[in-house]
């Protein structure tokens, strides 16, 4: 299963609201993940189940989605969300990830 | 707490090999599938497979199979990647990473899969001539 984010490059401004899309080449049901890697640093689990937040995870992020189309929204950007951020998909094997989206703040 | 520990860094050439490792503590680690991830310098992650430490089950991504291998070590806790004979193309940072949640030995017969809640720090391979 493929995974196309959209877009691959964003720049954003403190208090935004930012959006980003995952998009699979086939039904996944909610089985998506999204990640957030920041630079220098493992990648950290944010969202599963398409909308569930992962615990100690900030409520300005959240998930939506199902099917082959998926969204994860941060709802005011925070200097400290600079990062890339991955969806992956645990419907089959491989587990696929995007190919991520690099988010800038401005 | 939950913590993966990976092996440090390493500096090989083309041919040889290598085996790295990762080290879970905090929790029972013969109940939860650990994977690999690969990440080539600059670029996305990459799903490499799964192992489950209680029977070595390991499931291998298509891109992977037969390139690694996964083992486990139960009494050490401990993960392994390893590689009979690198490449270049082998450099990369690789993390270990653990399933969100447990999973017993009859669930893990089927289609098991979870998002990765733990991370390790990485291993960063670098193979050059």
């Known amino acids: 299963i493929h995974l196309t984010q959209s877009p691959s490059f964003l720049s954003a401004s403190v208090g935004d609201r930012v959006t980003i899309t995952c998009r699979a080449s086939?039904?996944?049901?909610?089985?998506l993940a999204w990640y957030q890697q920041k630079p220098g640093k493992a990648p950290q689990l944010l969202i599963y189940?398409?909308?569930t937040l992962q615990s100690g995870v900030p409520s300005r992020f959240s998930g939506s989605g199902s099917g082959t189309e998926f969204t994860l929204t941060i709802s005011s950007l925070q200097p400290e969300d600079l990062a890339t951020y991955y969806c992956?998909?645990?419907?089959?094997?491989?587990?696929?990830f995007g190919q991520g989206t690099s988010l800038e703040i401005k | 707490e939950v913590q993966l520990v990976q092996s440090g860094a390493e500096m090989k050439k083309p041919g040889e090999s290598l085996k790295i490792s990762c080290k879970g503590s905090?929790?029972?680690?013969?109940?939860?599938?650990i994977g690999w991830v690969r990440q080539m310098p600059g670029k996305g992650l990459e799903w490499m497979g799964i192992?489950?430490?209680?029977?070595?089950?390991?499931r291998y991504s298509p891109s992977f199979q037969g390139q690694v291998t996964m083992s486990v070590d139960k009494s050490l806790s401990t993960a392994y990647l390893q590689w009979s004979s690198l490449r270049a193309s082998d450099t990369a940072r690789y993390y270990c990473?653990?399933?969100?949640?447990?999973?017993?030995?009859?669930?893990?017969?089927?289609?098991?899969?979870?998002?990765?809640?733990?991370w390790g720090q990485g291993t960063m391979v670098t193979v050059s001539s």
């Open positions: 990473a653990r399933y969100r949640e447990s999973h017993s030995l009859y669930e893990s017969s089927g289609y098991v899969s979870d998002p990765f809640a733990f």
């Open positions: 992956q998909q645990l419907n089959t094997y491989p587990n696929t």
């Open positions: 189940a398409a909308s």
């Open positions: 086939q039904y996944i049901t909610s089985n």
């Open positions: 905090g929790y029972t680690f013969s109940s939860h599938w």
């Open positions: 192992i489950y430490p209680e029977d070595s089950d390991a």
